[in-house]
């Protein structure tokens, strides 16, 4: 290990670090961990270069859950904070450390706790370390002829632990569902080192649900050190569908009376007409035969005889909802481009005082066009509110939006950063949405969090106190 000299935080701790844990103070390391993807830090060290002095002081990556164990009950000997780290994809700071946290900054990287532990075909689940890449995970399925069947879309850059974490969502969730619909266990270590497993079971009324209590907390209350997930065999079919409607509201209606009717497409996507004409290409739209609207792609998977019965079920539903069927090329150029996008948003970020994130939001039916009209209504000054759903619900759906404005005159991107942010989010707490869907809060959130959920926030910080009475893990976050 290198030492970081000359660091006071790092001096208190530089003789005591747990045996046999691999480490790092090399300032380099420590810069890398200083952040996470949250655009408004991208936007500040693009703005104002980077900081002076890495935020954390200490990188340690332990092995297994006894050592995570150790390097818990060594921060509480030496008063550190710690903050567990996936891949370090997050986009809402929810990794990063608050700059007066006076304690020592130790980062705790789960990236070597990667393996698949085991798998139960008869049960189809698998035992996996909560450090593992998605794509390695599900690399490693598929050779088995299974699947997790959650793809977000950085599939290839976050690990299990960081979707547990922060309650994450697939690509295909409206069929496979949502990291919390998927895990039946998790292995935890407790500030204190206590290491414990909840109920293994597919459901119990053995007291209150501790997995689904400890999962969205985003390293506060605990590590996630393993999770038991369940597996699928991979889809013998697939089938693509692409639609379009006049308008959004149409599509929205078209979707929830699909899911009502019990249907369960693995993709579901309706694109506003803003982003249909910006984002989709125009090659293909044209070929599909799309006349203007919004565009609606969707994708049955699984066993081909339920596959097939899916799809035929959404062919006789779409013009009982006024959707007209398109050529199937959207939908195919769709799945074999469904990663791209999310790679080409450091294009727009990497020209000066332009400003770009994503916004995701959820609401019941009943409330989710005015939600929609809500944020595409706030002035953003030079800018545009693209919007697409992805994710969908009997009871509702999510809103994905993504805000590309330039700072125009403003002197401060980062403030001019954060007062879109007040207004799309104003917007979308009065029109009665959730406002996150599953990027989670971090520090994003923080005091949004803290609005939405007021009541129940003081509730969690009585349990953050229980689990985690000197705020060793993850301070700053979740309120606490
Ligand atoms: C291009 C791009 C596309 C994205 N698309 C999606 C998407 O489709 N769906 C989606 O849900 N998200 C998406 N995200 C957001 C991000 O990938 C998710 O939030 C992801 O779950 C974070 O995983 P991570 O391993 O990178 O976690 P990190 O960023 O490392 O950590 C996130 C939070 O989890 C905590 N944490 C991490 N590991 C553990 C652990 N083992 N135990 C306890 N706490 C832990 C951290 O302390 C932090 O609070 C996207 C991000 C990018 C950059």
């Known amino acids: 290990m290198t030492m970081n000299a000359g660091n006071q935080r790092f001096e208190k701790i530089r003789h005591s670090l747990p045996d046999g ?9 420590l810069r890398a961990y200083s952040q996470d993807l949250w655009p408004r830090k991208m936007i500040e060290i693009r703005e104002q270069g980077p900081d002076p002095e890495p935020a954390m002081d200490l990188v340690l990556w332990p092995e297994n859950a006894a050592q995570i164990s150790d ?11 710690l903050y567990p780290y996936g891949a370090g994809s997050g986009v809402c700071g ?3 450390a608050d700059a007066g946290e006076p304690r020592p900054r130790v980062v705790v990287d789960l990236k070597r706790m990667n393996c ?28 088995e002829g299974l699947t997790l069947g959650h793809f977000p879309s950085s599939l290839y850059c976050s690990s299990l632990g960081g979707w547990l974490a922060t309650r994450s969502a697939g690509q295909l969730s ?3 569902g949502k990291i919390e619909d998927m895990v039946l266990s998790l292995e935890c270590v407790f500030a204190d080192g206590t290491v414990a497993e909840t109920a293994r079971a597919p459901r119990s009324a053995m007291g209150a649900d501790w997995t689904q209590l400890l999962l969205g907390t985003e390293g506060t209350l605990c590590f996630f050190s393993a999770a038991c997930v369940l597996v699928h065999p991979l889809p013998e079919k697939r089938v693509g569908l692409s639609f379009e409607t006049p308008d959004i509201r149409t599509a929205m209606e078209f979707a929830r009376m699909a899911l009502q009717a019990g249907l369960r497409p693995a993709a579901l996507r309706i694109y506003d007409p803003l982003e249909t004409s910006l984002t989709l290409s125009r090659a ?3 070929e599909s035969g799309f006349g203007g609207g919004a565009a609606i792609v969707a994708q049955f998977e699984g066993g081909a005889a339920v596959t097939d019965a899916g799809a035929g079920e959404l062919l006789r539903m779409a013009p009982l909802a006024g959707a007209r069927r398109i050529g199937d090329q959207l939908a ?5 481009h469904r990663y791209d996008i999310s790679y080409k948003q450091q294009l727009i970020m990497s020209h000066g005082r332009m400003i770009l994130d994503t916004f995701e939001v959820a609401a019941t039916w009943d409330k989710l066009q005015a939600v929609y009209e809500a944020v595409k209504n706030v002035n953003i000054g030079f800018g545009i509110v693209l919007a697409h759903l992805s994710h969908f619900y009997h009871a509702g759906a999510n809103i994905y939006f993504s805000i590309v404005a330039h700072a125009g005159l403003t002197p401060d991107v980062p403030a001019r950063y954060d007062s879109i942010w007040s ?5 979308a707490e009065g029109a009665g949405a959730t406002l996150s869907h599953h990027h989670g809060v971090g520090r994003l959130r923080r005091e949004w969090i803290m609005r939405e959920r007021a009541d129940w926030m003081k509730i969690f910080l009585k349990v953050k106190n229980g689990f985690d009475p000197e705020n060793h893990l993850n301070p700053g976050k979740m309120g606490g």
């Not at 844990?21 to 390391?29: G, L, N, R, Y």
């Not at 390097?71 to 904070?81: F, G, L, P, S």
């Open 284 to 286: 293909v739209l044209k």
């Open 21 to 29: 844990i691999v480490a790092s103070s090399d300032s380099h390391v």
């Open 116 to 143: 698949v532990r085991s798998i139960d075909r008869k049960s189809m689940t698998a035992w996996v370390e909560a450090g593992i890449i998605g794509e390695n995970l599900e690399r490693h399925l598929n050779q």
């Open 332 to 336: 195919q150029h769709w799945w074999e």
């Open 71 to 81: 390097v818990a009950r060594w921060a509480v000997r030496m008063d550190c904070a």
């Open 423 to 427: 207004d799309v989010m104003r917007a």
């Open 174 to 176: 409206t069929k496979y």
């Open 94 to 96: 929810a990794t990063t």
